[in-house]
């Protein structure tokens, strides 16, 4: 299909579902203007159904990306209204699968033998179908059961043409219609276009699995499938094949007498693990993704696929965040506004009570309902909204972290409707931040860093050296033929000895941290090694007299 038919099917679509009335009419030039009155659904009556409904049907008629797209909006409840988020959330990803050929050649070409050779056995016909790839079951010569997941031929075409009639539509929408501006388009747009053109590189995906493997490998909490990378190419991935009760059947984990209390508690415990201890977060953990294993209905445990969308925090949005978590939960709305400033989340001019106003009218209404009916994930997109009225820029990294909480919020009420969050949270984070900033936490950073500074020691004198003299460039007298000399001989001998002191202070400090053992909690408990080079530093740094 060519991009212009391609243009002319969307126009379409948008006329049937009668879209355009959303748009501002009076601020599009007259030629545009004229055009749109004339055309021919202006005449039909609209169809009988809300905005959210209209603009959810509208996408799924126009195919797989845009469904893909329409559901990772409903995601940014930060920038939609609820009723449009509600209704895009209803999206499902049910797609025709493509010809069995055509996926039997794709693996045949990328691992470059028979699927006969590369298998025992291999059902042709696809377990499910996706908007970028489908999977299919099959057995290794070895007998191991795996899924083999193959990527839609000829698929990146369609995404890039598709991608670039998105950013046009998204630049009319910024430009013509209300608040659409607000709702930042281009940026949601471009969002969508790193998400789905990473998933198209199915290594990326399996590199995530391993790798969150890996952070549960001793944990009871989380299973992930074995990738099997001599099978593993960019268009094919080949996983061990889990055996796991949906956690959306219900009815299921009832009777098998799961512990659907614990369940609930668990999800948010393995949330909270994944973003506070590895910064490493499966952040598309909807129910489609999700498996319980039952084996122990009292001891229940989940198992995750599908990890093409992996959320990060740096260190530092990390201590902003839980510190911002916990001052919500102390309704200390001062310190949330000023952690907002200080990590430049909002811009350094705002007026901290200004900002802190406003997160007091959010706030309030809210707690005043009992902890357990209050929605943690909500309240989190009310504060990146008020946020927004702040001009606060829009960190990627936190809207996949708000929306992986709403997913796991509202799954864990899925299986046992009482769950507080607030009450598995807050210990959680209040122990976190504990930790971060005990003497062994603090330690551990300063002997991962130690080799970096140790590195960069030759270099150091002479920056210190020209920064403190760049200080002193504009208070510096006029010299005369007379002091020159005497202040050059001062300045060699001075040189010389600050560089000796500042290369003794940074070895011993340096050597120092890198001999900390990992048992010990407090300075008491140092071994005599230790002491001496921190003496050894402190001896260095006392002033003498020249």
């Given at each position: 299909m060519s991009r212009l038919s391609r243009l002319a099917r969307i126009f379409r679509t948008i006329g049937r579902y009668r879209l355009d009335e959303y748009i501002d009419k009076q601020r599009l030039p007259a030629?545009?203007?004229?055009?749109?009155?004339?055309?021919?659904?202006?005449?039909?009556?609209?169809?009988?159904?809300?905005?959210?409904?209209?603009?959810?049907?509208?996408?799924?008629?126009l195919g797989p990306v845009f469904i893909k797209f329409g559901q990772m909006l409903s995601t940014r409840r930060d920038l939609l209204p609820s009723d449009i988020a509600d209704e895009l959330a209803k999206l499902q990803d049910n797609v025709p699968p493509f010809p069995e050929q055509q996926s039997i050649t794709t693996i045949e070409t990328a691992l470059g033998k028979l699927v006969g050779e590369l298998f025992a056995s291999f059902e042709s016909t696809p377990m499910a179908s996706a908007s970028v790839a489908q999977v299919h079951a099959a057995t290794l010569h070895s007998g191991e059961q795996v899924v083999v997941k193959v990527i839609r031929p000829d698929i990146e075409p369609i995404i890039r043409q598709d991608l670039a009639l998105m950013f046009t539509l998204?630049?009319?929408?910024?430009?013509?219609?209300?608040?659409?501006?607000?709702?930042?388009?281009?940026?949601?747009?471009?969002?969508?276009?790193?998400?789905?053109l990473d998933e198209l590189d199915l290594r990326r995906e399996a590199a995530n699995a391993c790798q969150l493997r890996r952070n549960f490998e001793d944990s009871k909490l989380l299973y992930v499938p074995q990738v099997h990378w001599d099978y593993t190419r960019r268009d094919v991935y080949v996983m061990e094949r889990i055996h796991g009760i949906p956690v959306t059947d219900m009815d299921t984990l009832r009777e098998r007498g799961v512990d659907l209390k614990l369940l609930a508690e668990r999800g948010v415990e393995i949330f909270f693990t994944q973003v506070f201890r590895d910064s490493f977060f499966h952040a598309d953990m909807h129910p489609g993704n999700i498996f319980v294993n039952a084996t122990d209905p009292a001891d229940p445990s989940y198992i995750a696929v599908d990890c093409a969308i992996i959320g990060s925090l740096s260190d530092s949005d990390q201590y902003y965040l839980a510190r911002n978590l916990l001052s919500i939960f102390r309704r200390d709305y001062r310190e949330v506004a000023q952690l907002h400033v200080e990590c430049g989340w909002v811009p350094p001019q705002t007026r901290v009570q200004d900002f802190e106003s406003a997160m007091r009218a959010v706030c309030e209404p809210v707690f005043e309902r009992p902890l357990g009916?209050?929605?943690?994930?909500?309240?989190?997109?009310?504060?990146?909204?008020?946020?927004?009225?702040?001009?606060?820029?829009?960190?990627p990294s936190l809207v996949l972290l708000q929306k992986t909480?709403?997913?796991?919020?509202?799954?864990?009420?899925?299986?046992?409707?009482?769950?507080?969050?607030?009450?598995?949270?807050?210990?959680?984070?209040?122990?976190?931040?504990?930790d971060r900033y005990s003497p062994q936490s603090l330690l551990r950073r300063l002997q991962r860093q130690a080799p970096s500074w140790l590195e960069q020691l030759p270099q150091l004198p002479d920056v210190v050296r020209d920064n403190l003299q760049g200080k002193d460039l504009d208070f510096r007298p006029?010299?005369?033929?007379?002091?020159?000399?005497?202040?050059?001989?001062?300045?060699?001998?001075?040189?010389?000895?600050?560089?000796?002191?500042?290369i003794g202070v940074s070895?011993?400090?340096?050597?120092?941290?890198?001999?900390?053992?990992?048992?010990?909690?407090?300075?008491a408990d140092a071994p005599g090694i230790t002491w001496i080079l921190l003496a050894t530093a402190l001896a260095l740094l006392w002033p003498r007299d020249s």
């Amino acid at each position: 299909m060519s991009r212009l038919s391609r243009l002319a099917r969307i126009f379409r679509t948008i006329g049937r579902y009668r879209l355009d009335e959303y748009i501002d009419k009076q601020r599009l030039p007259a030629l545009p203007r004229l055009a749109l009155g004339l055309t021919p659904w202006r005449w039909q009556a609209p169809p009988d159904m809300a905005r959210g409904e209209r603009i959810r049907r509208a996408l799924e008629e126009l195919g797989p990306v845009f469904i893909k797209f329409g559901q990772m909006l409903s995601t940014r409840r930060d920038l939609l209204p609820s009723d449009i988020a509600d209704e895009l959330a209803k999206l499902q990803d049910n797609v025709p699968p493509f010809p069995e050929q055509q996926s039997i050649t794709t693996i045949e070409t990328a691992l470059g033998k028979l699927v006969g050779e590369l298998f025992a056995s291999f059902e042709s016909t696809p377990m499910a179908s996706a908007s970028v790839a489908q999977v299919h079951a099959a057995t290794l010569h070895s007998g191991e059961q795996v899924v083999v997941k193959v990527i839609r031929p000829d698929i990146e075409p369609i995404i890039r043409q598709d991608l670039a009639l998105m950013f046009t539509l998204a630049k009319l929408v910024e430009r013509f219609v209300p608040e659409g501006r607000r709702l930042r388009p281009v940026e949601v747009v471009g969002d969508y276009e790193y998400v789905i053109l990473d998933e198209l590189d199915l290594r990326r995906e399996a590199a995530n699995a391993c790798q969150l493997r890996r952070n549960f490998e001793d944990s009871k909490l989380l299973y992930v499938p074995q990738v099997h990378w001599d099978y593993t190419r960019r268009d094919v991935y080949v996983m061990e094949r889990i055996h796991g009760i949906p956690v959306t059947d219900m009815d299921t984990l009832r009777e098998r007498g799961v512990d659907l209390k614990l369940l609930a508690e668990r999800g948010v415990e393995i949330f909270f693990t994944q973003v506070f201890r590895d910064s490493f977060f499966h952040a598309d953990m909807h129910p489609g993704n999700i498996f319980v294993n039952a084996t122990d209905p009292a001891d229940p445990s989940y198992i995750a696929v599908d990890c093409a969308i992996i959320g990060s925090l740096s260190d530092s949005d990390q201590y902003y965040l839980a510190r911002n978590l916990l001052s919500i939960f102390r309704r200390d709305y001062r310190e949330v506004a000023q952690l907002h400033v200080e990590c430049g989340w909002v811009p350094p001019q705002t007026r901290v009570q200004d900002f802190e106003s406003a997160m007091r009218a959010v706030c309030e209404p809210v707690f005043e309902r009992p902890l357990g009916e209050i929605s943690f994930g909500q309240l989190l997109v009310y504060l990146f909204r008020t946020a927004g009225r702040f001009d606060m820029q829009v960190q990627p990294s936190l809207v996949l972290l708000q929306k992986t909480l709403l997913n796991i919020e509202g799954l864990g009420r899925q299986l046992y409707p009482q769950l507080n969050l607030w009450d598995t949270a807050q210990p959680y984070l209040e122990q976190w931040v504990q930790d971060r900033y005990s003497p062994q936490s603090l330690l551990r950073r300063l002997q991962r860093q130690a080799p970096s500074w140790l590195e960069q020691l030759p270099q150091l004198p002479d920056v210190v050296r020209d920064n403190l003299q760049g200080k002193d460039l504009d208070f510096r007298p006029v010299p005369t033929p007379q002091t020159t000399a005497k202040q050059q001989q001062s300045s060699g001998a001075g040189t010389s000895r600050q560089r000796r002191q500042f290369i003794g202070v940074s070895a011993a400090l340096a050597a120092a941290v890198t001999v900390i053992p990992d048992g010990w909690h407090t300075l008491a408990d140092a071994p005599g090694i230790t002491w001496i080079l921190l003496a050894t530093a402190l001896a260095l740094l006392w002033p003498r007299d020249s």
